[in-house]
Structures are given as C-alpha cells and as structure tokens.
C-alpha cells in the first residue's frame, strides 16, 4: 500500500491549518494593540473627569449676571459695554473683542447682542445700536 498520497494529503492540511493559526495569532494580537489603546484612553478620561471635578469646586459661583448665557463672550460683551459711552453696533463689539471684522464674526456678535436684548440685559435703541440698560 502506497501512504504517499496520505502524507501529502495531510501536509496540505497542517498547512493550512498552520496559516489559520498564524492568521488567527497576528488577529489577536492586533485585538489586543487595539484593547490597550482603548483601555489608556480610558483611563485618561477617567483622570480627566476626576481633575475637572477637583477644579469645579475651585471655582466661584458666578454673580456678574443673572440668566447670563454659557459662553465665554457674554462676560466680554458686558465689559465692553460698561466701558462705552454710548451705544454700540455689533462691528464696534468685535472690534473690542479683537475678532477678526469677517461677516461671520460680526453676524456672531450681532446675534449674541439680539440674546442679550431678549434676556433684558442690554437694550437696542435703532435697529443694530445696543447699549447697557440703565
């Protein structure tokens, strides 16, 4: 009896069996890059999450204005508008603020001012003239 074809057959199947595993080897470890990078990403919002925490009982509670909204801009404007003599457009609020004098910037502002007006904090006297209510 001739095993030869036996021997050949079963070479072909460690063969395969062999690149499956190398396949299977190089997935895992691929899986387990991608596991660690996960994990140190977690980590680093869980550290991230405990310093903001630490840091927001640091911070006082805001008194400048009631209802103000959350933005960094509202405070500036407000400046702006306690050092004004007069009325002020939205062009001359970018301008204080330092933004560029792009439509955007300035339609920005404009809408921010229009925010102000609805909440009661400022006032528009002609249309596009804000000033700081008295």
Do not use: W
């Amino acid at each position: 009896m001739n095993i030869q074809p036996l021997f050949e057959a079963l070479d072909v199947q460690e063969d395969a069996a062999r690149a499956m595993t190398d396949g299977l080897r190089t997935q895992i470890d691929e899986l387990q890059a991608r596991l660690r990078e996960a994990e140190t990403h977690l980590e680093h919002l869980a550290i991230t999450r405990k310093t903001v925490t630490a840091l927001a009982d640091r911070i006082p509670a805001r008194t400048d204005s009631p209802g103000l909204p959350e933005h960094p801009d509202y405070p500036r404007i407000l400046a702006v508008f306690n050092e004004a003599t007069g009325p002020l457009r939205a062009r001359d609020v970018c301008e204080a603020l330092d933004h560029e004098l792009l439509p955007k910037n300035v339609e920005g502002i404009r809408a921010k001012l229009k925010r102000l007006v609805k909440l009661d904090i400022i006032t528009e006297d002609d249309a596009g003239s804000f000033a700081r209510k008295q």
